[in-house]
């Protein structure tokens, strides 16, 4: 049973193919029931892991893993049809990199830096700006899309000095990194 929240992080880590072989296939509706399951998948593994204490640390590896990939992926094929200027992508996949970066510095120190409310006032802003495109993409509706994700930008950038004057800036009495 502790492997749960595992096996449903590498789930998401193949919906990530699913997704762009669909979106290729400009199965742009499927692509949403794929995206939605994967977020779904996504809020099912944490809770499951959180409640049941069963993190682990390929789960700690995996989960962040695939959401980043999945964000990025759908991100690129929303970029390659012309539903999102370059910046978005640029901007969310150097945000990532330098997260990528930072928490294997962190995590190599054995500090682990959690996701908190702010981080998931921003993935659920960038979901719900995803799934506002493909009902754009699809139906043509809801254009404004775009000022969802300027929104989640802003907020993932304020979640990314966040994490660091959470992590950085708070010491213990012995000058070490607190642990978040």
């Known amino acids: 049973m502790k492997h749960i929240p595992n096996i449903l992080s590498v789930f998401r880590l193949i919906?990530?193919?699913?997704?762009?072989?669909?979106?290729?296939?400009?199965?742009?509706?499927?692509?949403?029931?794929?995206?939605?399951?994967?977020?779904?998948?996504d809020v099912l593994d944490g809770y499951l892991a959180r409640r049941n204490n069963w993190i682990t640390n390929a789960g700690k590896v995996l989960d962040p893993l695939a959401d980043k990939l999945m964000l990025i992926a759908v991100l690129s094929c929303f970029y390659a049809v012309g539903e999102i200027p370059l910046y978005v992508l640029l901007i969310i996949v150097a945000k990532d990199v330098i997260m990528i970066v930072i928490g294997a510095f962190l995590y190599s120190k054995k500090v682990?830096?959690?996701?908190?409310?702010?981080?998931?006032?921003?993935?659920?802003l960038f979901c719900a700006a995803i799934?506002?495109?493909?009902?754009?993409?699809?139906?043509?509706?809801?254009g404004f899309h775009l000022y969802v994700y300027l929104l989640a930008i802003a907020v993932a950038v304020g979640s990314f000095f966040h994490y660091g004057i959470k992590t950085f800036i708070r010491k213990k009495g012995n000058g070490r990194i607190e642990e978040s």
């Open 15 to 41: 919906l990530v193919g699913v997704f762009i072989f669909l979106f290729v296939k400009e199965q742009y509706l499927w692509c949403m029931i794929v995206y939605i399951t994967a977020f779904g998948t």
């Open 112 to 124: 682990v830096v959690y996701a908190d409310w702010f981080g998931k006032i921003a993935t659920g």
């Open 131 to 142: 799934i506002l495109t493909f009902l754009h993409l699809i139906w043509g509706i809801f």
